[in-house]
C-alpha cells in the first residue's frame, strides 16, 4: 500500500509570507494527489489537487507542485493571510485506481497577522 | 443540498458499551467511507463502501462493524468501546469522480 510522510507538522508564518508543505510518496503508479483544509472543528475540505500527466497546477494564492521522478509533491501558499490558518493534509491513492486515499499526518499552519 | 451529515455530534460511553454512528449523504454518491481522526496521526481509514452491498476494510477495521443499508447510509458499530477508540469519526462520500466529501465528524470519548 501507499505510504505518505509530510512535513512539517507544524509551520508559522507572518501574513503576506509564503509557506510551503511538502509531502512524499511511496508507490510510483500514484497518480492522483490531492489537497484538504481542515479549519478548527470543521469538516476538511479539498483545495486543490494535481494529477500526474502534469507538474503544476494554480488556483489563486494556492499552487500545487509534482515531481514523479523523485516522488514528492508540494503545496504552496502565496501572501498568506490569517484566515489561512488551518491543518493541511496532503493525499495520494491507497491503491490503484481513486477508491482510497492515503492521508498524510497534517500540518497545523498558522498565519500571525 | 444537506450534503453529507452524521449522527450524533458528540457522545460519551463508557468502556464496553456499544453504540452505532451513522452517517447519510444526499447526493447520490456510490462510495462512502469511515475514517477516525486522532492528533499527530491524520485521517485513518477504517472502513469503506464502494457501492451499495459491498464493505471493505481499510487501515485500521479491528473493534469496527460497518453496515451499507442503502445507497445513502452507511453506519459505524462500536460493539464493545474501549478508550483507544477515542477519536473523532469522520464519513466521506465520493461520486464517479475523485473529490471526497466529508461530513462534519462525531466526537466520541470513551472513558
Known amino acids: 500500500g501507499e505510504n505518505v510522510e509530510q512535513h512539517p507538522s507544524t509551520l508559522s508564518v507572518q501574513e503576506g509570507d509564503s509557506a510551503v508543505i511538502k509531502c512524499t510518496y511511496s508507490?510510483?503508479?500514484?497518480?492522483?494527489f490531492p489537497w484538504y483544509k481542515q479549519e478548527l472543528g470543521k469538516r476538511p475540505q479539498l483545495i486543490i489537487d494535481?494529477?500526474?500527466?502534469?507538474g503544476e497546477k494554480k488556483d489563486q494564492r494556492i499552487a500545487v507542485t509534482l515531481n514523479k521522478t523523485a516522488k514528492h509533491f508540494s503545496l504552496h501558499i502565496t501572501e498568506t493571510q490569517p484566515e489561512d490558518s488551518a491543518v493541511y493534509f496532503c493525499?495520494?491513492?491507497?491503491?490503484?485506481?481513486?477508491?482510497?486515499?492515503?492521508f498524510g499526518k497534517g500540518t497545523m499552519l498558522l498565519v500571525s497577522p | 443540498n444537506a450534503g453529507v451529515t452524521q449522527t450524533p455530534k458528540f457522545q460519551v460511553l463508557k468502556t464496553g458499551q456499544s453504540m452505532t454512528l451513522q452517517c447519510a449523504q444526499d447526493?447520490?454518491?456510490?462510495?462512502m467511507y469511515w475514517y477516525r481522526q486522532d492528533p499527530g496521526m491524520g485521517l485513518r481509514l477504517i472502513y469503506y463502501?464502494?457501492?451499495?452491498?459491498?464493505?471493505d476494510k481499510g487501515e485500521v477495521p479491528n473493534g469496527y462493524n460497518v453496515s451499507r443499508l442503502n445507497k445513502r447510509e452507511f453506519s459505524l458499530r462500536l460493539e464493545s468501546a474501549a478508550p483507544s477508540q477515542t477519536s473523532v469519526y469522520f464519513c466521506?462520500?465520493?461520486?464517479?469522480?475523485?473529490?471526497?466529501?466529508f461530513g462534519p465528524g462525531t466526537r466520541l470519548t470513551v472513558l
Open positions: 466521506a462520500s465520493r461520486a464517479s469522480g475523485i473529490e471526497q466529501f
Open positions: 508507490d510510483s503508479a500514484s497518480n492522483y
Open positions: 494535481i494529477r500526474s500527466n502534469v
Open positions: 493525499a495520494a491513492p491507497m491503491n490503484s485506481g481513486y477508491s482510497t486515499l492515503t
Open positions: 447526493m447520490n454518491h456510490n462510495s
Open positions: 463502501s464502494a457501492s451499495e452491498g459491498t464493505t
